[in-house]
């Protein structure tokens, strides 16, 4: 079951992109959305590592990185697949895609959780607000670093 959000951007793909996917350090959406800061404390309290993996410094994340609680499963160009290594009762992943539309650029999100067991098929339902708000609120935070990069 996944959530989602779509936004049509002013900037180019290029643009997006290098935001979307950028590996320096500093707050990056994908480790430092609010959500994500709260998860990873969550996953600390019930025994996981938390958001423990900083950025590999360089341009563009790529396939086999670990940034924040992510694993990168996929980064080609315009598509970001994220892999959350947190103590769920299944799999976590959020896949970020931008296209061009002429000279802007459609900025699509979701987040999946693909569940495990009895127990991941209560929490796939008992969770769908949750993850509503997460990825509203994660595309809030994308936008605004869209935004910060465009000034």
């Not at 779509?6 to 707050?27: F, K, N, Y």
């Not at 459609?106 to 693909?114: A, E, G, H, K, T």
Request: positive net charge; glycine residues 12%.
């Amino acid at each position: 079951m996944s959530s989602s959000r779509s936004t049509l951007v002013d900037p180019g793909p290029d643009t997006v992109w290098a935001v979307v996917a950028c590996g320096r350090p500093g707050a990056r959406w994908y480790a430092d959305s609010a959500p994500f800061v709260v998860r990873g404390a969550l996953d600390r309290l019930v025994g996981g590592a938390g958001r423990r993996w900083p950025g590999p410094d360089r341009d563009l994340l790529r396939a086999g990185d670990e940034v924040g609680f992510w694993r990168v499963t996929g980064a080609d160009e315009g598509r970001l697949v994220l892999e959350a290594a947190v103590r769920a009762p299944g799999r976590v992943t959020l896949t970020t895609t931008v296209t061009a539309e002429g000279t802007r650029s459609r900025l699509d999100q979701r987040v999946s959780f693909r569940p495990d067991g009895l127990l991941g098929a209560a929490y796939l339902f008992a969770d769908l607000p949750a993850r509503e708000a997460v990825i509203g609120l994660v595309h809030r935070r994308l936008l605004q670093d869209l935004t910060g990069s465009a000034a």
